[in-house]
């Protein structure tokens, strides 16, 4: 039987892989706020974690943190799931009961993500406030490369999406996460107008008034679902979220007055800025 000690280090060395990864940091102190440890195990974990990749951390002083290496090669395997959990909400995934997760009494119906590896270099940048250079797949214009300046992860029912000042349009501009089909490290720091505050849409709220699709059979039950009230529900956001929200809960925008009920079960009835 597999020491129970062996067990616990293995999950974080796992997490100091993972934000290495992802983060382009790690230290001691994130790694004891995580388990609940104190310095001294957390020094030995660090001291495992270089002995089983001695080429892959380098101290950084700027940073008062390791940081991965031009040679970084990842130890363990994560999903893309784990680094969006990281980023997002500061959680790690744990499989508590793998049969669970086998349970033929459920399914889930996956979403569409890139590869980790793929994408890792744009979680780097949006953590440490640097750019990234990456190559994406436009239904405009095909495959380019272009230099972002990530400052927001978007997350939505089935993508993800990264917020980044784009210099080849020399604009803000939301990028679908599985449309990166490379993506390259740099040292380049952000410019003060290229950051979230000079975002224009991301940092203007709007009032969307949201009500029932045509003339459904049964009105009611569109009301209870969504918990609408007198017909209707106000809902407030920012500006550049509203295309991702309309997608995301199948609403009829203004300007389409004839799509089927059944499809859109909601329209936009206006939309005013705050």
Request: neutral net charge; glycine residues 4%.
């Amino acid at each position: 039987m597999e020491n129970i000690t062996d067990i616990r280090q293995e999950r974080r060395l796992r997490y100091i892989d993972l934000c290495a990864f992802v983060l382009g940091t790690t230290n001691r102190r994130q790694l004891m706020n995580r388990f609940e440890i104190k310095e001294a195990w957390s020094t030995r974990d660090f001291k495992r974690y270089q002995e089983m990749a001695e080429n892959n951390l380098i101290y950084n002083h700027r940073l008062r943190a390791y940081a991965p290496t031009k040679w970084f090669s990842p130890c363990f395997e994560h999903q893309i799931e784990e680094a969006i959990d990281l980023i997002s909400s500061g959680t790690q995934r744990l499989v508590c009961e793998p049969k669970f997760a086998e349970n033929v009494n459920s399914y889930r119906i996956p979403s569409v993500l890139p590869e980790l590896k793929v994408v890792a270099p744009i979680f780097r940048a949006l953590n440490l406030g640097i750019k990234v250079d990456i190559n994406y797949l436009s239904r405009s214009s095909g495959e380019s490369s272009r230099i972002i300046a990530p400052h927001t992860l978007i997350e939505t029912g089935n993508f993800v999406y990264i917020r980044a000042f784009d210099h080849k349009s020399g604009d803000f501009r939301s990028f679908k996460l599985n449309r990166v089909v490379a993506s390259r490290d740099s040292e380049i720091s952000v410019e003060e107008n290229q950051t979230k505050t000079f975002d224009p849409d991301w940092n203007q709220e709007v009032e969307i008034t949201i009500g029932i699709n045509g003339k459904p059979k049964n009105p009611e039950t569109i009301t209870f679902d969504y918990g609408l009230e007198s017909g209707q529900i106000v809902l407030k956001m920012r500006k550049a979220l509203v295309f991702y929200f309309l997608s995301d809960w199948n609403i009829a925008p203004l300007e389409y007055d004839c799509l089927p009920d059944k499809l859109f079960p909601l329209k936009v009835l206006k939309i005013n800025a705050l």
